[in-house]
Structures are given as structure tokens and as C-alpha cells.
């Protein structure tokens, strides 16, 4: 018996020793999502980290490109628009299998079923019902029929029909058809995202709301999902089946997810070899500069996010136009970038950073007081100068009887931020008295919302915006249209100062989505965001947001907007050396 | 005595209930619903409609609650808003097993540290052991955990590489009977540092505590007594001195026992432990009405047995005391 044990301990000992030589071995990328993703469901998500998982698992109609984020092919193979951007038929390939992932062994099996047009038409379908209460919902809300099926009552008795009514519809099972209610050139760029992707109907009505649990789930993409352990860890395996794998150079086997928040504790794994990529804690920031191997390991790249700080257009003393204007030339954005927040981010002189579609970022005709001379801007003594004189003649001479309140939501960051543009304009405007208060986050929204009495708002807020899809349309106009936006800085057509450009912003915007051809759509967003930022000064763009992260010398991966880890390349002997030793 | 225990635990009801109709309240006066964001997005009408009326939002306040308060009594605590697909029994389920090893562990070793070394503290009034003491126990007390928590893991996790640097050795699907961890090389090299930092903190106050009881109870006439007998010395600390001086300890240990199980955010979120701690804080943040009022009530369920415990442990502890 101890005999028998003894050597079956001598196999599995030399079974470890020679599984490298065998060369099986699985190539495992660690990486940390920095949190627990709130749900894996495409009707549902609204959060990066669901996104970024979700991207794995289903494949969209179209796919953003790496480079410019324009577009292009992925579950759908070509597509077909109407004249004036109202219909949209999309026709899809016929080689993709749903697969089902066996939690215990990570085994995949492919199901005996190819995504169709009818798994997309569901999908979308159920992302709309108002029974799935989902957020995103919002940006299907353009589809013919979707507003009212989305706040139509589930008992109701013509609540079958509105669903019917919805301008979706599989044609075949490789074709699908989109009817929007209004023009809308950017709806390829809403085709990627993950509320228009196939769901599968059958495990949905089977499971419930627990169809994404490991076992359950059943999915499309080149990762699917063999465990999720909650808030602990969340492991993929390749999906064999997924038809792309000889169009992409990516060779990881199996992604095991990380949900570390602390950055400093996933800062502190990256430097243990227990993670692949990692965060940089900003503290760490000009340490890992300096360090002559971890300065290698870093990138810093542009993400589609600005930081801004909006006017309450109609509270005074920012009701006045210079005002605003003189008080976004005395934002030294260079030096806040540099001393401040450190992470490379890039002074902004417009709301829509340079990856959206019709984005004027950089262009140095519009408001180019926020731009360094190197860059093509005045640079900060010349704005200084013009703030100075602005600022005077809207009658507050060097401040003199200006009284601000900025306001931002509590967090160290925005308070360095804050207290480092307080200065700047106290410093250029000397006898200006301004006021920083803060408040919890969702307290904050609900300050900032356009119904709060006035008296109850601040002058100034801060604000970010991230893309939701990369066009314009996303940015200037659901953000700020006075008519059909966000409108947080509460423009009004009865403006007196500047009322008549308020109303040409307005109009260029809805202008753009019936317009399809891109050179005049650009146009007419460069003029918009002309208007708002310049003219019209309702807000004062600050910087460009950038992402910082360390990546193993051993890994070399793409930088696609959501992780495509299917193109990530990852030597595993090196890893192991380095882990080992 | 049985009698004193029943009693006391009819009065939890009462207690309980109005705990879970103030958390209620509190947390629905909190301005900004759950749904009225997604980020800093502003949700269309229709969208923010139909996630009221999924988690019965739209029904009135008091009907609210009153179903809130059925469905706890059947132990049934509702959806999560923000962890969708997910009931707050889901949650606490997994979340509290891993809160309260962490918990019990750091308690057990901040009793031994601290009791023991508050004990020789007393007994060395004034000597240097007892400077040392006191000062290590002050120590203790000033590093905050965000500070000990990174400083361990720099040095024995990145530096000496003894252990690793985050996370828990189990996950809540290996645990027995849902909360007992297996004995593990992997999860005592998990456990150790986050043991150390949250145990260290509390063992400190315990030393201090035991400390000053202690060289109170030394003073009193019956110690003297004891000495004149001739007893041994340490019998006389360790039986009859130490044993008194532990009421004032037992007395903090029943609340520091409830908040010490149900997870400490920070240390939790360094070591990037998946444990109950950051409901506390993160519920709030999403107004995850549910979340916020299943974590309360655990806690206070907690924090009434804690303290009953301690009550009958005076009994023990002072033979004068008597529940009658």
C-alpha cells in the first residue's frame, strides 16, 4: 500500500518534470479588472469592467478598428445604408457556432446552432424590454418603435404589438434590418456595442438572470467563460470554434482575471510577477519614470475621455460669455497636467477627444488659448494676457467683485485639480473670491441635474465624459444640445449675450446626424464644437484623459479601445523563468 | 439564568426591527436614487421606469418596507441593484464566510498579543518591560492599517518574496459547511499578512486596556490578601487579578467582535480580500438599497449577540454577578 503510493507520487513528480518538455503547456495571461464586474450580460451592462469581459464572449455586428475606431467587420460581413440614414441592413456570416464552456474540465463545446440574425433580433429585443431594465437601452432608443416599447407597461394589453412594432427584424437567418425613427449616420458605431449583440434565447429562458453563470452561459466570441468565482477571480479559455483564429496572431490559452482594486496592491503583483499587466498608483508615478527597467514596461496612451469644467450658463456672474472665457485662458492646463495629475494627459482645447469621428482636438482655430505654443496655441502668458483684459471689460477688474462656487465630488484627485486651477485664477484675477465645495458623488449628479433650483447650484462644476460610441454625436450633442441633450449648462436660445449661437449649435448638431457624407459632417462638428467651447465658452475643456499601464516584457499586446486579447501574444517560457526565479 | 438569557433575546426583536426600519429610511433619504445615473450619465425616463418598477420602486415608502420587512423575516433580502443577476443572500453568503476567518483570526492573535502583554506591563509598572510594552501598544494603535497593510506587503511580499502579495487562500466554494477554510499551506500564506495588520491594531488597545484594569485590580484589598496567604505570585495575577481585570476587556471585545467579523474595508481592499467590508461603504456609493440594509441588519444581528455574550461572560468572570 505505501509501496503503491510512494510510486504513484515518483509518476506524478516526473509527470510535473516533463510537462514543459512536452510542450503543452498553456500559455496563462493574469490580469486584474481591478474590480468585480457587475454582471456579464449584454442587455445589462453599463460599466468598463462588464464590457471589457463581454467583448470576449460576444461578438457585435461590427467591431471598432484599432487605429481610429472607424467601424468594420465582425459578426456582420457587409452592410448596406439608406440615403438619408434611416435604414440600415446588415448581412452576417454563416460560420460562427454558439459554444458552451464545461466548468469543471474548461473543456469547449460547440453547440449545434450558428448565431443568426434572429439571435441578434432577440438580443436587441430584450435589451429593450422594459421588463430587463436595462441602462443602455438608451442608445437603441434611435430604432424605429424603441422609445415606446421601452416605457410601455408589461401588462398592457397592446404590449405584444409594440414589441412587434420595434424596427428590428431578421429578414433571413443572415440578414438583419435596423429602422431608426430619425437619421443617424453613426449607427454603424452603435452596432459595436455590446446592447446590439446576439443573445442566446433558449438559455436566457431556461436560466433567468443567472444565464451568465459559469455552466450556464453560452457564447460566441473567442473566450468563453469556465469559472467566475465572485469578487475573487474570473478565468476564460480559448473557444477552439471561433472562426478567426488564423486572421489574428494571438496565443493565449487561458485569461485568469483579477479582482484587485487597491492600485497599489496590483502595482505591488505586477512587480511579484503574479500579474502581466499592471497599474501605475500615482504616487509610484515618477518612481516608475525613473526606474531604469520600469520606464521600459510603460506606455501611456490616449483614452477617449475628457475632464471639463462646465458653467452654469445662467447663474451670474457666468452668464457672461468673457467671464467664462477669461476664466478657461487663466487654466494653465500644461503645468496641471505635468505637476498635477502626472499621467500624460493631454491639454484639451475641445470636448471630443481626438479618436471621435468629428472631433476638432488640436485644431488651433478654436479656442487655441488652452494650447501651448509647441502645440500650435497661444500658450499660457498670451491667454493670461487676453483673460486679464476679458475680464475687465466684462467689469471685474483683476476679480475685483467676482464671487465663484466650483464644485466637485469628493475625491482626492478632483480636489488637487481643483485646488490647483483655484490658484491659477486666483493668481491672475487677485481679487476674485472663489469657493470650492464638495459633495458625494450621487448627491452631486443630482445638484447638477437641469431641475435643481439655481440657487443650489455652483458657478463651476467638473465633469468627465467618456465615449459611450466614437462620434460626435455621443459628445456634443447628447451631452450639450439645449433641445435633446444632457444640457447641463443649461444653454438657452434666449441667452442674451450669446443666444443666437446657442441656436446655431443646436441645429448644427441635429444637422450632422441626417448628414451621411463625412467630409460635411466634420465640418459641421468642427463649427459646433467652435461654438461651444469658444464662442459660447459653456465649458472649459481641461485634459485628455490617458491610460497608464506596465505590461511583462514577455507580452506584447495591441491597444485596442476594449481589450481584444485574442491578438496578445505571450511568451510563456519567459514568464515561467521569471516566476520561477 | 435561562430565564435572563430568554428575555434577552425577545428584546433582539424589538431591537431589530427598529434598526431595520431606521436603515430603511436613512438610506432612502440619501438624495439620488439608485437608477437616476448610469456613471454621470443622465438615464432617459422610460429607462429609470422600468428599473423602479423591476425592484418595486414605484410602489409607496410604506409599502416598501413592509415588504422589506416580510421578506426578512423569511430570511429573503432581495435583489442586488448594482450586482444585477445577484441577491443580497448571494453576496452575504460568500462574502461573510471569508470576513469572519479573517476576522476570528486577527481577534484570537490580538487577544494573544495583547493580553499578555498588557498583563506584564502591569506587573513591571514603571520598569523599562513596561515603557517597552507601552510603547510598542501605542505604536499599534497610530500606524492605521493603510499604512501597515502596504508597508507588509513591500517588504515580505515584493522584497523577501515570503509571501504573496494579495488576495485569499480560499474562495467561498471550497469552504466546509460554507465557512470553514481547509487548513491550507496556501491559505495561512494568504492569511498571514492581512492577520498581522488588522490584528495587531486591535491587540494593542486590548494590551492597554488589560494594562490599566489590571494595575487597578493589583491595588485592591483581596490581592493583598491573597499575597499574605503566601500564594505564588503569578498564580495570584493569572487567578485572581487578571480574571477581574478582564471585565472592562470583555466589555469592548462583544462590539469589537461584530466589527471585526463582518470585514474591515481597508485592510480588506489592500490585501484585495473579497470580503463583506466594502458592501458597507460601496452600497452606499451605488444606493444599493438592499445591500445597505442585509449588511446592517448582519452587523447588528452581530452587535446584540456580541453584547449578550459579554454580558454573561461577567458572570463568569465576577462571581458576584448574578442574572436572576
Keep these: 500500500m505505501k509501496g503503491a503510493r510512494i510510486g504513484l507520487l515518483i509518476v506524478a513528480v516526473m509527470g510535473l518534470l516533463l510537462w514543459p518538455a512536452l510542450g503543452q503547456e498553456k500559455v496563462v495571461l493574469h490580469y486584474n479588472l481591478g474590480t468585480e464586474p457587475p454582471t456579464a450580460d449584454p442587455a445589462l451592462a453599463e460599466d468598463t469592467t462588464s464590457v471589457n469581459i463581454i467583448e470576449q464572449m460576444f461578438m457585435g455586428l461590427t467591431d471598432l478598428a484599432e487605429d481610429d475606431y472607424s467601424p468594420i467587420p465582425e459578426l456582420a460581413t457587409s452592410w448596406e445604408v439608406n440615403e438619408d440614414a434611416t435604414e440600415f441592413i446588415f448581412h452576417l456570416r454563416n460560420d460562427v457556432h454558439w459554444v458552451h464552456c464545461d466548468p469543471a474540465t474548461g473543456e469547449v463545446t460547440k453547440l449545434d446552432r450558428l448565431v443568426t440574425a434572429y439571435d441578434v433580433e432577440y438580443g436587441v429585443l430584450r435589451t429593450l424590454d422594459p421588463r430587463s431594465g436595462s441602462y443602455y437601452a438608451a442608445v437603441l432608443l434611435i430604432i424605429e418603435g424603441a422609445a415606446e416599447f421601452n416605457s410601455a407597461d408589461p401588462e398592457a394589453e397592446n404590449f405584444l404589438e409594440l414589441r412587434d412594432a420595434v424596427g428590428v427584424e431578421a429578414l433571413d437567418e443572415w440578414t438583419i434590418k435596423f429602422t431608426l425613427r430619425a437619421p443617424a449616420a453613426y449607427f454603424l458605431q452603435i452596432a459595436s456595442m455590446w446592447v446590439a449583440r446576439p443573445q442566446p434565447q433558449w438559455v436566457i429562458e431556461e436560466h433567468g438572470e443567472q444565464w451568465i453563470e459559469p455552466g450556464n452561459i453560452v457564447t460566441n466570441g473567442p473566450y468563453c467563460m469556465k469559472e467566475w468565482v465572485h469578487e475573487d477571480h474570473m478565468v476564460m479559455v480559448k473557444n477552439p470554434y471561433w472562426p478567426d483564429w488564423d486572421k489574428v496572431d494571438g496565443n493565449i490559452d487561458e485569461i485568469y482575471f483579477t479582482m484587485v482594486q487597491e492600485a497599489s496592491t496590483a502595482f505591488a503583483m505586477y512587480l511579484n510577477n503574479e500579474l502581466d499587466v499592471g497599474p501605475v498608483p500615482l504616487p509610484e508615478m515618477d518612481r516608475v519614470k525613473a526606474d531604469p527597467v520600469l520606464s521600459k514596461e510603460l506606455t501611456i496612451r490616449p483614452i477617449p475621455c475628457t475632464y471639463y469644467y462646465g458653467f452654469i450658463t445662467t447663474k451670474p456672474p457666468v452668464d457672461d460669455p468673457r467671464v467664462r472665457r477669461a476664466l478657461s485662458m487663466a487654466i494653465d492646463r500644461v503645468t496641471l497636467v505635468e505637476e498635477v495629475t502626472k499621467g500624460g494627459q493631454i491639454p484639451a482645447n475641445t470636448f471630443a477627444p481626438e479618436m471621435i469621428f468629428g472631433s476638432a482636438a488640436g485644431d488651433t482655430s478654436i479656442a487655441p488659448w488652452a494650447l501651448p505654443e509647441e502645440m500650435g496655441g497661444w500658450g499660457y502668458e498670451r491667454a493670461v494676457e487676453e483673460a486679464r483684459r476679458l475680464m475687465a471689460e466684462a467689469g471685474y477688474p483683476d476679480g475685483e467683485g467676482l464671487e465663484l462656487l466650483l464644485m466637485h465630488n469628493v475625491s482626492e484627485g478632483h480636489a488637487r485639480i481643483a485646488q490647483a486651477i483655484q490658484a491659477m485664477w486666483l493668481e491672475v484675477f487677485p481679487k476674485a473670491s472663489i469657493r470650492i465645495e464638495t459633495q458625494e458623488w450621487k448627491v452631486y449628479l443630482t445638484t447638477l441635474k437641469p431641475d435643481t433650483p439655481i440657487e443650489n447650484q455652483p458657478h463651476i462644476y467638473r465633469l468627465g465624459w467618456c465615449m459611450d460610441y466614437p462620434d460626435q454625436n455621443n459628445w456634443v450633442h447628447e451631452v450639450f444640445n439645449p433641445e435633446e441633450g444632457s444640457n447641463w449648462v443649461r444653454m438657452s436660445f434666449d441667452d442674451p449675450y450669446v443666444g443666437e449661437a446657442i441656436r446655431r449649435f443646436s441645429e448644427l448638431t441635429i444637422q450632422a446626424q441626417m448628414t451621411r457624407d463625412p467630409a460635411e459632417r466634420q465640418a459641421l462638428y468642427r463649427e459646433a464644437e467652435r461654438l461651444l467651447v469658444d464662442e459660447i465658452a459653456a465649458i472649459a475643456p481641461i485634459y485628455y484623459y490617458t491610460e497608464v499601464v506596465l505590461t511583462k516584457p514577455w507580452l506584447s499586446r495591441r491597444w485596442h479601445e476594449i481589450n481584444h486579447y485574442e491578438t496578445w501574444v505571450l511568451d510563456m517560457e519567459a514568464k515561467m523563468a521569471a516566476r520561477g526565479g | ?324
Design chain 2, 1 to 324: 439564568m435561562i430565564k435572563y438569557i430568554i428575555r434577552r433575546i425577545l428584546w433582539f426583536i424589538p431591537v431589530l426591527l427598529a434598526i431595520i426600519t431606521a436603515t430603511f429610511l436613512l438610506a432612502h433619504s440619501i438624495p439620488g436614487g439608485p437608477f437616476d445615473f448610469a456613471g454621470e450619465k443622465q438615464l432617459p425616463e422610460s429607462v429609470r421606469q422600468n428599473l423602479m418598477r423591476k425592484y418595486r420602486l414605484d410602489k409607496p415608502v410604506y409599502v416598501q418596507l413592509g415588504l422589506w420587512i416580510w421578506d426578512v423575516l423569511r430570511f429573503d433580502f432581495g435583489p442586488s441593484y448594482y450586482s444585477r443577476g445577484q441577491t443580497v443572500n448571494d453576496i452575504l453568503r460568500r462574502t461573510f464566510p471569508i470576513s469572519a476567518q479573517l476576522g476570528v483570526l486577527s481577534l484570537i492573535l490580538a487577544l494573544l498579543i495583547g493580553i499578555p502583554m498588557g498583563t506584564i506591563a502591569a506587573v513591571k509598572q514603571n520598569t523599562l518591560v513596561d515603557y517597552s510594552a507601552t510603547f510598542i501598544a501605542i505604536l499599534g494603535v497610530s500606524i492605521p492599517n493603510m499604512v501597515l497593510g502596504p508597508l507588509l506587503i513591500w517588504v515580505f511580499s515584493v522584497h523577501l518574496g515570503w509571501f504573496p502579495a494579495a488576495r485569499w487562500g480560499v474562495d467561498y466554494t471550497q469552504l466546509y459547511l460554507g465557512i470553514f477554510p481547509p487548513m491550507t499551506h496556501k491559505f495561512w500564506a494568504h492569511a498571514f499578512l492581512p492577520m498581522v495588520t488588522l490584528g495587531t491594531a486591535y491587540s494593542a488597545s486590548i494590551a492597554r486596556l488589560t494594562r490599566a484594569s489590571l494595575l487597578q485590580v493589583i491595588r485592591e484589598d483581596y490581592m493583598r490578601t491573597a499575597m499574605a496567604k503566601g500564594l505564588h505570585g503569578f498564580r495570584v495575577i493569572v487567578v485572581h487579578g487578571l480574571r477581574n481585570s478582564l471585565i472592562p476587556v470583555a466589555t469592548v471585545l462583544g462590539p469589537m467582535f461584530a466589527g471585526i467579523v463582518t470585514g474591515s474595508l481597508i485592510v480588506e481592499r489592500i490585501f484585495g480580500i473579497p470580503g463583506m467590508g466594502r458592501y458597507f461603504v460601496d452600497s452606499i456609493t451605488n444606493r444599493d438599497y438592499p445591500v445597505i440594509m442585509g449588511v446592517t441588519l448582519v452587523y447588528s444581528v452581530l452587535l446584540v449577540a456580541g453584547n449578550l455574550l459579554v454580558d454573561l461572560s461577567y458572570a463568569w468572570l465576577d462571581p458576584r454577578i448574578r442574572y436572576d
